[in-house]
């Protein structure tokens, strides 16, 4: 079974809806941030990635924001489809430290 | 998974039993990771790699040891198992430290449960 996936916030989004998922970073002078997909049973999948000095980034079907300001980053996702269904997640890091991860959010998509 | 294998894919073993975890890459990435998952928790550094023979320990590195005599092989090896070593296991790669803002790839991990 999925245990990673377990006491995780979960999203619910219809098929073809646009989803947004959000993600609060704790460290302020993290200067670069990373989106990983994990469906399960698999390993966590890069999908996107921003740096400090931009607000928006986007990539095929994904666009990630920046805020700094309130220290928080969201992952939007159009035109959802049932293959992305799977646990979000982001991760923070600045220069000379490890990567700090969040724990996640499922994402289920309804038919 | 971005050429990376681990193995085995799950494992059953008891407490007070050595257990060895082998990450193969095929990138010729410098930067290897161990990371560990749990439930309710994001993934947990324990050690990493910037070199052949080079390692360093990261957050939850008690009761674990890493070896890497060749570029492609990172191996984590838990010395006594305990059951709080139960886990899923993900090692990573990156191509530079990158100060630490450099994408990291993850292999598909491994299952262990200690009874």
């Known amino acids: 079974g999925e245990s990673v996936g377990l006491h995780l916030p979960t999203l619910s989004v219809q098929e073809g809806d646009n989803s947004i998922i959000n993600c609060a970073y704790s460290n302020s002078a993290s200067d670069y941030f990373i989106w990983y997909k994990q469906e399960s049973g698999k390993g966590p999948q890069f999908i996107i990635d921003i740096r400090s000095n931009m607000d928006k980034r986007q990539g095929q079907r994904v666009t990630v924001l920046l805020n700094k300001t309130v220290k928080h980053l969201s992952l939007q996702i159009a035109a959802t489809q049932p293959g992305d269904s799977a646990v979000y997640f982001c991760a923070e890091a600045f220069y000379g430290q490890n990567f700090v991860f969040g724990p996640g959010t499922r994402l289920s998509v309804l038919p | 998974d971005a050429g990376i294998t681990q193995s085995p894919r799950h494992k059953v073993t008891e407490t007070g039993t050595p257990v060895t975890l082998r990450c193969h890459q095929t990138e010729n990435h410098r930067y290897m990771y161990w990371y560990r998952q749990d439930p309710g928790h994001g993934l947990r550094l324990i050690h990493y790699s910037y070199g052949v023979k080079d390692t360093d320990k990261g957050e939850v590195s008690d009761g674990y040891s890493v070896s890497r005599s060749k570029t492609e092989d990172f191996l984590l090896t838990l010395e006594s198992a305990t059951s709080s070593q139960t886990s899923v296991y993900f090692c990573?790669?990156?191509?530079?430290?990158?100060?630490?803002?450099?994408?990291?790839?993850f292999g598909p991990g491994t299952r262990l449960l200690v009874l």
């Open positions: 990573a790669i990156s191509e530079s430290g990158g100060g630490g803002r450099e994408t990291q790839y």
